[in-house]
């Protein structure tokens, strides 16, 4: 305003100073030419005088400044805009407050700022805005620190209408039975009738009460839409439905489990739907009776997986999945099969039993095998199928792979989903066309854009569902005897002998090696441990402690290196000890990592447990892997790991 004022004044006197010597002219020469000229000039100037006066009038209305607009209504203003003030001194004392807080009946002029609202301390180290809560409202809080003021506005109602739209969000589930189609079958007329009965109305009765929108859109299968207000309730009581679920079921001598995949935060229905069953993919191969949630960029949350996974007495899908596999080789110029890192005899004898059906089609076929990364039996197995003629040009190392892969390459990997586990991981880069056959449980981690997938949890090992898929080729298959044995003793390895994660479908495969002349007095030797090494897997039983729960711990020297399969080992014969539900056996497998093998009956699930140290596995069999600790701290981990189990089971029940 005052750089206006003084244009105009500037402009008033030039046009003054020019009337006034015009007439000083006048008076000087008095004549009638300068009389005109000063008649003119005179009149010109109260022209340029009143257009100058109401000009800057227009000016300074447009540019008048809030106080002038509001001069002594400032208050109001704060008070309608929702806008406060608190006034601190150098010991940021309250020193006044705003008429706004003084309508709240704050009474705290005096006190000590942090005192009233230690959150605002973080106003002191930057220039962000901080939310506080003063007397149930929602004030955003701004610290101006040169004049010792804090401005607050009243943003409760955006906030509220911000939590009213979030909990509109929409949210979409799909919903599957667990063993629904085979309890179906196997039940006669009446109890399937109840079967239905109870399954239905227990979602039904479950999806009414809180809200939610629910049909049916398959046998044994429903999709639901809620909120987001509705998901939080679901959150807060960890899904009881699962639970509710199958205490149903059991009433009626049914076993049967819910699956749940939710898709939420986008609004685009599409990606909705992709999220959701995505997230059902996943329940189905970490074994069901669990709820998968994926939101977008979010880290996938689980909730349930108390219950390990039903074995399937259908072989229907087998029968697809073989067909599928048949179609991808016949397609291929060259195919590698690749198990995991450190590979033990499951992932050889089930990367054996894949390169004899690839042979059957007269496909070039390959194993690809790091020599320093095989377990120790693998490694003596290894030696002498390089020594034996049968496996002339069957197994291949890693760089040689890469060499020859091109665009109609067939990657098939077998036991194993993880990236970070593939024995090459340009092989897996390079090879377009991958197939994952697996039979652990999944986790967050996956190869990327696999043309086919087979994860089957409730398999007792990759040689049970490769054994399968060779009974569905429309091609002879010729497993000689020591590829049965090989595969033969990579079941016993991966069933502690038959004691652990065994099933009808599990004798089956083992009596088809038996007719492929399989010698289980071969397998068994395959298996037996040396003198010194029984004396280590003692050493490390030596160490369990009990911990809680019935879980026993073995901590192994910081100083002292052992094998995986050791440690594995350890775990499973720690596990046959009386009343033990749980064995962990934690040991340094490498200079900067340390191992943990996890071992249960079917009542904890260990796989869950792992997955919280960056582990994985299946329910009942699991390990993880941690870099840069020392066993002492990663025993450390373990039990909270364990605590933190336990403690959000006693919270769903």
Not at 225 to 245: G, H, S, V
Not at 249 to 272: H, N, Q, Y
Not at 414 to 438: F, G, Q, R, W, Y
Not at 543 to 571: C, F, M, N, P, W
Request: aromatic share 8%.
């Amino acid at each position: 305003m005052q750089t206006i004022d003084k244009v105009r004044n500037g402009c008033i006197a030039f046009v003054l100073f020019m009337m006034g010597l015009m007439w000083m002219g006048e008076a000087v020469f008095n004549n009638r030419v300068a009389l005109a000229l000063a008649l003119y000039a005179t009149v010109v100037g109260v022209v340029a005088l009143v257009a100058i006066t109401f000009f800057s009038h227009l000016v300074r209305r447009r540019n008048m400044s809030v106080e002038e607009a509001v001069n002594r209504d400032v208050k109001n203003v704060l008070v309608f805009g929702g806008l406060a003030m608190v006034k601190y001194d150098d010991s940021r004392n309250i020193v006044w407050i705003s008429d706004m807080l003084e309508a709240m009946n704050l009474k705290i002029t005096g006190l000590k700022l942090l005192d009233w609202q230690p959150t605002l301390a973080s106003l002191f180290d930057s220039d962000d805005i901080q939310v506080i809560d003063i007397k149930g409202k929602r004030f955003e809080a701004y610290n101006a620190e040169e004049s010792k003021l804090i401005y607050l506005k009243d943003v409760t109602q955006y906030m509220s209408l911000q939590q009213d739209f979030e909990d509109q969000q929409i949210c979409m589930a799909y919903i599957s039975i667990d063993n629904y189609e085979e309890s179906i079958e196997n039940a006669d007329e009446a109890t399937a009738a109840q079967i239905q009965s109870v399954c239905r109305q227990v979602i039904v009765d479950w999806a009414y009460a809180d809200g939610m929108i629910l049909r049916s859109y398959r046998t044994g299968g429903y999709v639901a839409f809620f909120n987001e207000r509705i998901y939080r309730k679901q959150l807060e009581n960890k899904f009881a439905i699962l639970d509710t679920f199958k205490k149903k079921s059991a009433d009626i001598d049914a076993m049967m489990t819910l699956s749940i995949g939710i898709g939420r935060g986008t609004s685009v229905l599409k990606e909705l739907e992709e999220l959701a069953s995505s997230a059902l993919q996943l329940t189905y191969s970490r074994g069901g009776d669990q709820v998968a949630i994926k939101s977008g960029k979010d880290k996938v949350r689980y909730f349930g997986g108390k219950s390990d996974a039903y074995e399937k007495s259908s072989k229907v899908r087998t029968r697809v999945i073989a067909n599928s596999l048949a179609g991808l080789i016949k397609r291929s110029s060259n195919v590698y099969v690749m198990g995991h890192r450190m590979s033990d005899l499951d992932s050889l004898g089930s990367s054996i039993g894949i390169a004899r059906i690839v042979q059957a089609y007269d496909k070039r076929v390959a194993i690809v095998i790091d020599d320093n990364s095989l377990e120790e039996k693998t490694r003596a197995v290894v030696q002498t199928m390089k020594n034996d003629n049968r496996y002339d040009g069957m197994l291949t190392g890693p760089n040689e792979a890469v060499e020859r892969v091109n665009k109609d390459t067939l990657l098939i990997v077998v036991d194993n989903h993880k990236p970070s586990l593939a024995i090459s991981s340009v092989l897996l880069d390079m090879v377009k066309n991958k197939v994952i056959i697996d039979h652990h449980r999944r986790g967050e981690e996956f190869i990327s854009t696999p043309v086919l997938t087979y994860l089957e949890p409730s398999a007792s090992s990759a040689v049970e569902l490769i054994t399968e898929l060779i009974d569905y080729q429309n091609v002879d298959v010729r497993i000689n005897e020591r590829d049965a044995t090989i595969m033969y003793a990579g079941m016993l390895v991966d069933t502690h002998f038959f004691q652990q994660r065994v099933g009808v479908r599990t004798f089956q495969t083992a009596a088809k090696l038996k007719d492929f002349n399989a010698s289980v007095t071969d397998a068994y030797e395959l298996l037996q441990d040396s003198f010194e090494r029984t004396q280590e897997i003692g050493e490390l039983e030596r160490t369990a402690e009990l911990y809680t729960h019935h879980i026993v711990i073995a901590t192994g020297r910081d100083d002292e290196t052992h094998e995986q399969v050791v440690l594995a080992k350890t775990s499973n014969n720690l596990l046959e000890v009386s009343d033990v539900m749980a064995a962990f056996t934690i040991g340094r497998t490498a200079k900067n990592k340390v191992n943990i093998s996890a071992r249960s009956s079917h009542t904890i699930n260990v796989q869950m447990i792992m997955e919280s140290l960056g582990g994985g596995g299946h329910f009942s069999m699991a390990a993880c892997a941690l870099e840069g600790v020392t066993t002492e701290q990663a025993c450390q981990r373990l039990k909270e790991a364990i605590d933190r189990y336990f403690e959000e089971r006693s919270q769903e029940e």
